[in-house]
């Protein structure tokens, strides 16, 4: 039976939010768990189980036979687990979500969950050098084991390869002078914390707009550190191949970049603004669209978790 096309209306209980996760709060918690439509006895994936505040909302809708499967490559993350024998905890990056799960015996799903971008925890935890708030060593792996840091992209990239970083991943206006500034300083003694780099860039700092510059200058270090868009390509594609027909794929992002990639994807089936078409110039998606426009957090939701007014929430219907 095919599923209807009217776009759900949404409730929240921003109590029960607060509630959920001191590690997280979930953001757009009842409207991503409603365009999941699940089914009690389902197969789900939480790419990014984090405080866990959306495995549980999702663990709270199936019944003794639902499965979930989450991810989180953070080790520090298996503190935030329920003790629910309905969740599989898989500790990697998703974008090796498809050979995980064959693993474990699962090769499809009713629905996939994304909640993209950095928690509340990595930003409240100073040593984790993701906030320019906090002076911390320049470290920016959500993977603590991983090798390569923003210390290392900062001290040991070649200039061009900074003003690749800057220019993309940062959308940064003057990539160029700000890569040259960080080469010379580096000549003469490394940078290694936050508030350095800070102190570096401050001649091309512009003074009216410091916290959306340092915040575009972080989040292009994190990008690079993690390899987020090369893995959310990955996982995106794999969705693909792991949801079944009916099934459905349900992404909250935090940035033009994220949100272009999946708005892209959903609409087409690939990462190009233009669909693919047939011999016949048919066009080819392998989506049905739940949402027409991406849903942003109400008012009363941006009161409670200011860091949830940037979201965007797509989702769309495997066909």
Not at 3 to 9: D, L, Q, R
């Amino acid at each position: 039976m095919k599923t209807s096309h009217k776009i759900p209306t949404f409730t929240t209980d921003y109590t029960l939010k607060r509630k959920m996760s001191v590690y997280h709060t979930p953001v757009l918690l009842e409207e991503s768990i409603e365009l999941l439509g699940i089914k009690a006895d389902g197969v789900y994936v939480d790419l990014t189980f984090g405080g866990g505040g959306h495995s549980r909302r999702i663990l709270s809708a199936l019944d003794a036979a639902g499965k979930l499967f989450a991810f989180d490559q953070d080790n520090e993350a298996r503190a935030n687990i329920p003790d629910d024998p309905r969740l599989t905890f898989v500790r990697s990056n998703f974008r090796f979500m498809r050979a995980q799960l064959r693993l474990l015996g699962i090769r499809e799903a009713d629905g996939i969950l994304a909640d993209l971008g950095v928690s509340s925890h990595h930003f409240d935890t100073p040593e984790r050098g993701f906030s320019f708030r906090s002076d911390a060593p320049l470290d920016m792996r959500m993977n603590r084991e991983g090798e390569l840091s923003a210390a290392k992209i900062i001290n040991e990239y070649p200039e061009e390869e900074l003003i690749r970083i800057f220019r993309d991943w940062g959308e940064l206006d003057g990539a160029g002078p700000i890569s040259r500034l960080i080469v010379q300083a580096r000549s003469s003694s490394p940078i290694t914390t936050t508030f350095e780099l800070i102190e570096t860039v401050k001649p091309r700092t512009p003074r009216a707009e410091e916290n959306k510059f340092l915040s575009k200058l972080f989040q292009a270090l994190r990008i690079e550190v993690n390899h987020e868009m090369e893995a959310l390509k990955m996982a995106l594609e794999q969705s693909l191949k792991i949801l079944r027909p009916g099934g459905r794929l349900v992404v909250i992002s935090y940035h033009s970049l994220e949100d272009r990639l999946v708005k892209n994807f959903l609409r087409n089936g690939t990462f190009s603004a233009a669909p693919e078409k047939d011999f016949y110039g048919r066009t080819q998606t392998p989506f049905r669209l739940l949402t027409r426009k991406a849903i942003v957090p109400s008012e009363e939701e941006i009161e409670q978790n200011p860091r949830s007014r940037s979201a965007k929430l797509r989702a769309a219907e495997k066909l």
